[in-house]
C-alpha cells in the first residue's frame, strides 16, 4: 500500500534556517533520500517574501506554498496554494457580493506604491541592480529578488500608460501611485512588488466599485506570492475581475481551475491595448466572469476548510482517486413494527382503452458507475462548476447518453425502444418506455403534516401507476398515526419517515429509502391523474438536469421599490419556477440542496415555514443556467376536502416575496430564468389516422 506523508513547514528568517530545514528532512523515516510521496506544505496567513523552500533540496517532494519562484516552481508537480487569510473554519455567506450591475462606478482600478518615497516612479527616482554573471552556459540571472534595469523601465512604462487611461472620459478609472498609507515600510516589498495601499476596509470600498482591478506582477523572477494572492483574494471576493499583467503568474490550483473564466490574463506588453481589450468584454461575459469568479472564491480560497479540502482534492485528483461519497440520508420507519397495523388492498381500476405501461416489479437505478471515469473524463467540468470536486454522487443529471445506434448494437443493455425500435403511435409508445436513457422508475416523495385522510386518499390514487418504484411518506406531524387509520396497500411499497422536526425542508433530504436517481416530489393535496404523471416522467428523462413540474410561477419585477423581484403566481405566458409541489427532479439535487448549498438558505425556509419550492427553484437554475420545465396545462390544484391552504393567506405571499429577496442576496444575484415554453405531448392535437392513437388520450 502506497502511503503519502504530509510534512508541515513554517517559514524562519534565523541564520542556518534553510540548512536545517534540509538536514531535518533528511531526519525523516520516510523519506528515502529524495522525499518521494511526501508533500511539503507551507501555508501562510501574513504578506511575506519568504521562501525557505527555494534554496532546499526538496527532492522529488511536493512542494505546497504561495511564494514561488519561477525557476522554482515545477508545473504539473508542485501547487500553488492560497494563503489562509480568513481564520474562519466555513464562510458565512452573510456578505456575498452582488452581481449586478456589469458595469461598475470604476472601469478600472489600480493601488500600489512601487518605491519608498512618496512620489510616483520616474527616471530620476527608479532603482535597479545589475546582473551577476552565472557562469552555468554563461546564461545572466539576477543575484535576489531585487529589478533589473530592463523591468524598473517596464514599470516606468506601465506607470505612463496607465496614468494615460485617466484622460479617457467615456469611463472612470480610480488609479492611484502616491499611496498616502501602504505596506511598503513594513514589509519586504521594495523593488520587488507594489505595495499595496491603505488598511483593507479602504481597498474593500474601491474594488467593491471596480468593474476590472488590475494586477501587475512587477517582477519577472517571481510564480506567485503572497503579495499577488492579496489582491487576488480581494478582487474575487468583492466581484471585481482581476486583470493580471504578467503571463509568468502560476495561480492557485491551476492544474485544475480553469482561470481563464473568471480573470483576465494577459502579457504586459499589451498594457498599450489594455483598455480596448477590456471594452470588447459584453456585460453577459462580464457577469459570468463575475459569478465564476465567486464561485471560485467560495470553493477553493474562502476558508481554512475550503483550502485544505481542495489541497487534498488536486492530490486525490492527480491521482485517479474518486471524491468522498456524500452520505445518505438515514430513513427511520414511522412504525416499529415496519408497517401500519391496519392496511386495505386497493384494487387497480383499468382503463382499457389506455394502457399507460407495464406495472414491473420495484428495480433501483444503477448508482457509483462511472467512480473512475467522472474524476477523469469530467474534471475540468467538475472542478469549474458547482458545486465542485468535493464530493461523489451516486450519479449526475449529465451522464453522457449513448449515440442512438449503440443503443441496437453492443449496448443494448436496458434500453426498451418503442415498438422495438421502428416507432409507432400510442399502443407502441404506452408499451415501452422508449428515450435516450434505459427503463428506469421513479419514487414519490410525499410531505404531509396533522391530514390523515387527505394523505390517505392521495396514496389510494397511487395505485397501479406505471414506473413507480416506491412512495416515501415523510411523516412532518409531531404525533404519530393514529392505530386505527386505515392505510392503502398499493401495488408498491410505502415507506413513512419519521423526521427528526417539522421542517419544509425534509421533502428534499436524499433518504437512502431512494432508490432512483428520478423524484415526483408531490403534496399530499396534490391531485395528478396517471398520464399526466407518466408524461411528467417521460419529459424529465429528456431533461435531467432540470426541474419538470406542473404549476408554474414567475418572478415579477418590483415597480414601486425597484429594489428587485416579487413571487407571482398570476397566470401569465413567461414563468421562471415550477413548484414542487408536484415536479420531478434528479436526487442529485437532493444532496446538494441538503448539505452543500449554504445553510442560511434553508434556515430561512425553517424560519418562514415556507419557500423551500423557490429555493430548490434558485438552486437549480443557479446551477444549470437554464430555466425549469412545465408540461402540461396545469397551473393550480383544486382539494375541495382539504383545510383552507397557506397559499390563500396574504403573508404567505409576502413572506415568499422576502425569500427570493433573500435568496437573491446569498446567492449573489437572481439564477431565475424566464422561459415561455411548455412541453405537450408529440401527438397532441395532431390528426391521425383511425386505427392509430395518440401517445396520450387526455393530454
Known amino acids: 500500500m502506497a502511503c503519502i506523508y504530509l510534512v508541515c513547514v513554517g517559514d524562519s528568517t534565523a541564520k542556518g534556517a534553510v540548512a536545517k530545514l534540509e538536514t531535518n528532512l533528511n531526519k525523516l523515516p520516510n523519506w528515502n533520500g529524495d522525499g518521494r510521496n511526501h508533500v511539503l506544505l507551507n501555508l501562510q496567513r501574513y504578506e511575506t517574501l519568504s521562501n525557505n523552500l527555494k534554496n532546499t533540496d526538496t527532492g522529488r517532494a511536493i512542494v505546497v506554498q504561495t511564494n514561488f519562484e519561477t525557476n522554482q516552481f515545477r508545473a504539473g508537480f508542485d501547487i500553488v496554494a492560497p494563503m489562509l487569510l480568513n481564520l474562519d473554519s466555513k464562510f458565512d455567506w452573510k456578505d456575498t457580493p452582488i452581481q449586478v450591475p456589469a458595469l461598475r462606478t ?22 535597479f541592480i545589475n546582473v551577476e554573471q552565472n557562469n552555468v552556459n554563461g546564461k545572466q540571472v539576477k543575484a535576489d529578488l531585487t529589478l533589473t534595469k530592463e523591468e524598473a523601465e517596464e514599470i516606468l512604462f506601465m506607470t505612463e500608460e496607465l496614468e494615460k487611461l485617466k484622460k479617457i472620459k467615456e469611463d472612470k478609472f480610480f488609479i492611484d501611485f502616491m499611496c498616502t498609507k501602504s505596506n511598503f515600510e513594513v514589509q519586504e516589498t521594495q523593488n520587488v512588488e507594489w505595495g499595496l495601499c491603505g488598511e483593507h476596509t479602504e481597498r474593500v470600498s474601491t474594488l467593491q466599485q471596480s468593474t476590472f482591478a488590475l494586477i501587475l506582477a512587477t517582477n519577472n523572477s517571481i510564480a506567485f506570492s ?102 445518505s440520508e438515514p430513513s427511520p420507519n414511522i412504525f416499529s413494527s415496519g408497517h401500519p397495523k391496519k392496511e386495505e388492498k386497493i384494487k387497480v381500476a383499468v382503463d382499457p382503452e389506455e394502457l399507460l405501461g407495464p406495472i414491473d416489479p420495484p428495480f433501483a437505478s444503477p448508482k457509483y458507475l462511472r467512480n ?49 425500435g421502428v416507432g409507432g403511435a400510442g399502443k407502441e409508445f404506452q408499451e415501452a418506455i422508449g428515450g435516450n436513457v434505459p427503463r428506469e422508475q421513479f419514487t414519490i ?34 404525533e404519530p398515526p393514529k392505530d386505527d387509520l386505515l392505510w392503502p396497500r398499493i401495488h408498491v411499497p410505502i415507506k413513512v419517515i419519521k423526521t427528526k422536526k417539522n421542517s419544509l425542508n425534509n421533502r428534499f433530504l436524499p433518504y437512502d429509502e431512494i432508490e432512483t436517481d428520478a423524484l415526483l416530489s408531490i403534496d399530499d393535496d396534490a391531485h395528478l391523474r396517471h398520464d399526466e404523471i407518466l408524461f411528467g416522467f417521460r419529459v424529465w428523462r429528456e431533461a435531467r438536469d432540470r426541474i419538470v413540474g406542473f404549476p408554474g410561477r414567475f418572478h415579477a419585477w418590483d415597480l414601486s421599490n425597484k429594489d428587485g423581484f416579487l413571487y407571482n403566481s398570476n397566470y401569465s405566458c413567461e414563468l421562471s419556477m415550477v413548484l414542487t409541489g408536484a415536479a420531478f427532479f434528479h436526487k442529485y439535487y437532493s444532496y446538494v440542496y441538503s448539505y452543500i448549498m449554504p445553510k442560511v438558505i434553508r434556515d430561512k425556509v425553517d424560519e418562514y415555514i415556507n419557500c423551500e419550492d423557490i429555493a430548490m427553484n434558485f438552486l437549480v437554475s443557479h446551477i444549470t443556467r437554464k430555466p425549469p420545465i412545465k408540461v402540461t396545462s396545469r397551473w393550480t390544484f383544486r382539494c375541495p376536502g382539504c383545510p383552507d391552504a397557506l397559499s390563500l393567506d396574504e403573508s404567505h405571499f409576502n413572506e415568499r416575496h422576502t425569500c427570493i429577496k433573500f435568496f437573491t442576496k446569498v446567492f449573489g444575484y437572481t439564477p431565475l430564468l424566464n422561459t415561455q415554453f411548455r412541453v405537450d405531448s408529440v401527438l397532441f392535437k395532431t390528426r391521425i389516422p383511425h386505427d392509430k392513437q395518440k401517445c396520450f388520450k387526455y393530454i
Open 106 to 127: 470604476y472601469f478600472l482600478t489600480f493601488q500600489g506604491k512601487s518605491f519608498s518615497n512618496n512620489m510616483a516612479p520616474s527616471e530620476d527616482n527608479v532603482a
Open 226 to 327: 503572497t503579495h499577488l494572492y492579496i489582491r487576488l483574494y480581494e478582487a474575487l471576493r468583492y466581484g471585481a475581475i482581476p486583470v493580471i499583467l504578467g503571463e509568468q503568474i502560476q495561480l492557485p490550483f491551476n492544474e485544475f481551475i480553469s482561470w481563464k473564466k473568471c480573470a483576465i490574463i494577459l502579457p504586459k506588453s499589451r498594457i498599450t491595448e489594455l483598455y480596448f481589450f477590456l471594452k470588447t468584454i459584453s456585460d453577459k461575459d462580464i457577469l459570468s466572469m463575475r459569478r465564476q469568479g465567486w464561485f471560485v472564491w467560495s470553493t477553493y480560497l474562502s476558508s481554512t476548510e475550503a483550502v485544505t479540502n481542495t489541497l487534498l482534492a488536486t492530490i486525490r485528483t492527480r491521482l485517479s482517486i474518486p471524491a468522498s461519497i456524500l452520505p
Open 372 to 420: 473512475f471515469t467522472t474524476t477523469i473524463v469530467d474534471q475540468e467540468y467538475i472542478w469549474n462548476n458547482p458545486p465542485g470536486p468535493q464530493y461523489l454522487f451516486p450519479s449526475l443529471p449529465n451522464d453522457p447518453l449513448l449515440p442512438t445506434d449503440a443503443r441496437f448494437i453492443g449496448s443494448q443493455h436496458g434500453f426498451r425502444p418503442i415498438g422495438g
Open 445 to 478: 416523495v410525499m410531505l404531509t403534516y396533522e391530514r390523515e385522510k387527505v394523505l390517505m386518499s392521495a396514496l389510494e390514487r397511487l395505485v397501479g401507476l406505471p414506473y413507480l418504484n416506491k412512495v416515501i411518506v415523510v411523516w412532518n406531524s409531531p
